[in-house]
């Protein structure tokens, strides 16, 4: 038999976790809503693109780096807006982004340049981007306007379509104050310049109010992570605001033995069983995806009971405590997050990562089943 280690996505989760950031937005201003850009990011941040994309069947539009993620969304048959959040990277580019009909971010000098070289057959969409603080993508506040005038001049010769603005908040988890200070600065730039706005990821547009205060022309908020069922923010669980997780990352127990007190388990014996316990072996390594530098008390579900993870995580295999689940035994269920076991969040917490790294990490050698 193969393996017994399975991801289960499930894209009624991603359908409803589209649904739900909706309506939290329509919460704010049910007359003015914000159009959603779903992010697909990292294949679809683990999810797998096929996945993502019939998850999220109602979006207004998709978001992604990857080109050929971008292309490949266009087979499977999504007609709407696509964006790419980083633009293009050469000239040769430009020939796909006209042949797939992709929206393009533009955030420096040289992807100016490249479209001022007239190798567009026909106006692409744009989204010029403003560093408010996050310096990552974007051109400085000083630069910014000079910058969308050249993107309103090959506007007028026919180069590019539709305008917009955009940014990205480095804090809208944390810091309300960093993100209404980053969100004046864009106001204050932008101000007067016609074109859609975009600044809202997932904790902006979880956030109450915060995408209601944006003005300068119909937004678009690009929500990822929440989309998937995980949360933004490190206090506040995915359930708290109604979201479902779309990964279930399951396995299976193949070995059960009891360790003598004292005696340890696992690589490095950086664990030591307190009193004689009885430890199951779980077919999920980091060959897999899950953290290697998980820490014993990582939760893990065996056989629907709450237990931990002891020991150094193997490439191939982990162990787990099975002295709260007396039952269990060779073939018994394992949940390492996702429905009926820990979120991915409460993983991640534990591993001090975030649950974006873990879905994305989900290696290609494991089995996945799309619901």
Request: charged share 15%.
């Given at each position: ?111 100016l340049d490249m479209l001022e070289a007239g190798l567009v057959r026909a106006p692409l969409d744009a989204l010029v981007k403003l560093n408010t603080g996050m310096h990552r993508l974007g051109f400085q506040p000083g630069e910014y306007r000079d910058a969308y005038a ?222």
């Open positions: 038999m193969p393996r017994p280690i399975l991801a289960t996505i499930d894209t009624n989760a991603l359908a409803h976790n589209l649904q739900t950031v909706a309506q939290r937005l329509a919460q704010d201003d049910p007359n003015r809503s914000p159009s959603i850009w779903a992010v697909m990011k990292s294949h679809g941040y683990g999810h797998g693109i096929a996945a993502a994309v019939r998850g999220f069947s109602q979006a207004d539009g998709l978001a992604m780096l990857d080109l050929d993620e971008a292309v490949r969304c266009r087979e499977l048959g999504w007609t709407g807006p696509i964006l790419l959040l980083e633009g293009f990277f050469e000239p040769a580019d430009l020939d796909v982004l006209f042949r797939y009909c992709l929206s393009t971010t533009i955030h420096c000098a040289e992807q050249r993107a309103q001049a090959l506007q007028t010769v026919g180069v590019l379509g539709t305008l917009g603005k955009m940014t990205h908040f480095a804090r809208a988890d944390d810091d309300a104050t960093l993100t209404q200070e980053q969100l004046a600065c864009f106001q204050d730039v932008t101000q007067g310049l016609p074109g859609a706005v975009s600044v809202c990821n997932s904790a902006a547009t979880l956030t109450p109010g915060l995408a209601a205060g944006v003005a300068g022309g119909d937004q678009w908020v690009r929500p990822g992570i929440c989309l998937y069922g995980a949360s933004p923010f490190a206090d506040q669980p995915a359930d708290a605001f109604g979201l479902r997780p779309a990964m279930t990352l399951s396995a299976q127990v193949i070995s059960v033995h009891t360790v003598p007190a004292g005696e340890a388990v696992g690589y490095g014996q950086v664990f030591r069983a307190p009193h004689p316990m009885r430890v199951g072996i779980v077919a999920c390594g980091y060959a897999d995806g899950y953290p290697r530098h998980a820490e014993t008390g990582t939760p893990i579900t065996v056989a629907g009971v709450r237990t931990r993870l002891v020991g150094r995580v193997s490439m191939d295999m982990l162990a787990v405590d099975l002295d709260p689940v007396p039952a269990a035994g060779v073939g018994s269920p394992v949940v390492l997050w996702g429905q009926g076991g820990p979120s991915v969040d409460e993983v991640a917490l534990a591993c001090g990562t975030i649950g974006y790294e873990l879905l994305c990490a989900v290696a290609p050698r494991v089995p996945r089943r799309e619901l």
